[in-house]
């Protein structure tokens, strides 16, 4: 192919310049405005519950005020996904808590609630949990939620890769304490860069909206009690944003298209693609594989899509894997970890979903020269 195919990159649809326009049109190109708060509003009506979301300049700035908001502290233990991206578990470093890492399931490739069980085991004092939904792949919720709850844990929700997946009919980004979505260019939608903050109640949303925007106190001039930050999104990006929601549907749907269309291409190889449990909708960010064993290095066919032009990208590589966490613990369900072997075997796809039927059926038949 002439033209690289991306693993995923920004779709954009026209109707986010209207809204940019507009604020511009209005002179309300500074940070909160309009936009914020309608595309708070209408975020929340997506996801169809009573939810108080708060616009931040990142995802990770959510993760971080989230951990504020749980109240998490120096030496804290938190209990963490293992097989997920940085940005997930950096923030409890930023409030000087320790990560624990949780190993993953085989059916989700999210943190396993067996393993979640002997970690609190292990950790009876840990009150906070951060789970990750991987490549847009819901969790084991019920099970997750029945172990915080037996434990009295609050559940951090990074539903980063997630939006608009659905786990029983029930949205991800609606099941956290506290839940995080991001924008960031390769989501499902994106605002180039952003995310938001889902909270449960007013106090928790103010609370945070606070620390967000410098924490200052009500006075006319600038009184401080708290280290606060810069976390919040501007109302040209959040234009953006209202925009590209318009169309998150839309994303799902083609991306799911992508997988089945994977699936059906690759229905004889030895090969599975990532898995979900029944009675959930993942939004397929990403299409991924997990080679069976012995039957190929996913680096060595990584490297052949790379030279015709494709673009891949390895699983995450496990946290506990990770030289800066070598000092954390890492717990499994028992055996081996399973999140390591996923990391060994697996590679994600390109899930663009401006990708052609055609170009598709190249990657498709380069995967499948690999196993000639
Ligand atoms: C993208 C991502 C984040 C971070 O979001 P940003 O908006 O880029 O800060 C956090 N967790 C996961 C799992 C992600 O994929």
Redo the contacts with the bound molecule.
């Keep these: 192919m002439e033209k690289r195919i991306p693993l995923s990159i920004p779709t954009t649809h026209g109707e986010e310049l209207i809204f940019v326009k507009e604020a511009f049109d209005r002179n309300w190109i500074a940070p909160l405005g309009f936009n914020c708060d309608e595309f708070e509003k209408e975020m929340s009506a997506y996801l169809g519950e009573d939810l108080r979301a708060l616009s931040l300049c990142?995802?990770?700035a959510g993760?971080h005020l989230s951990m504020k908001l749980a109240g998490v502290r120096p030496g804290d233990v938190v209990l963490c996904s293992d097989m997920?991206?940085a940005?997930?578990v950096n923030p409890v470093s930023y409030e000087g808590g320790v990560q624990v890492f949780v190993d993953s399931e085989r059916d989700t490739w999210n943190m396993d609630p067996v393993a979640l069980e002997r970690a609190f085991g292990k950790y009876p004092q840990a009150k906070v949990v951060v789970l990750?939904h991987l490549y847009g792949t819901p969790s084991r919720m019920d099970e997750i939620l029945e172990v915080c709850r037996r434990h009295d844990a609050v559940l951090i929700e990074?539903a980063?890769?997630a939006l608009s997946a659905t786990y029983h009919g029930r949205q991800c980004g609606t099941f956290g304490t506290y839940s995080v979505i991001?924008?960031?260019g390769n989501?499902i939608i994106t605002t180039s860069?952003?995310?938001m903050l889902l909270t449960k109640s007013r106090e928790d949303r103010a609370k945070a909206f606070k620390l967000a925007t410098q924490a200052r106190e009500p006075a006319p001039w600038y009184q401080h009690e708290q280290i606060g930050y810069n976390y919040r999104m501007s109302n040209v990006v959040a234009g953006i944003g209202r925009g590209q929601l318009l169309h998150l549907d839309e994303h799902r749907d083609r991306k799911t298209a992508i997988f089945r269309r994977y699936q059906q291409g690759f229905r004889d190889l030895p090969l599975t693609m990532n898995p979900h449990l029944p009675d959930t909708a993942p939004n397929f960010w990403l299409s991924c594989i997990l080679i069976d064993e012995g039957r190929g290095d996913p680096m060595a066919l990584y490297d052949l899509l790379g030279r015709n032009n494709v673009e891949s990208r390895p699983i995450w590589k496990p946290m506990h894997m990770q030289p800066v966490f070598a000092a954390n613990d890492f717990v499994t369900a028992g055996g081996e970890s399973v999140g390591e072997d996923i990391f060994r075997r697996g590679l994600c796809l390109p899930s663009d979903i401006k990708m052609t039927e055609a170009e598709q059926d190249y990657v498709i038949g380069l995967v499948r020269s690999f196993f000639d």
Excluded: M, V
């Design positions: 990142s995802g990770t993760l997920t991206f940005a997930t990750a990074d980063a890769e991001s924008f960031n989501k860069g952003g995310g």
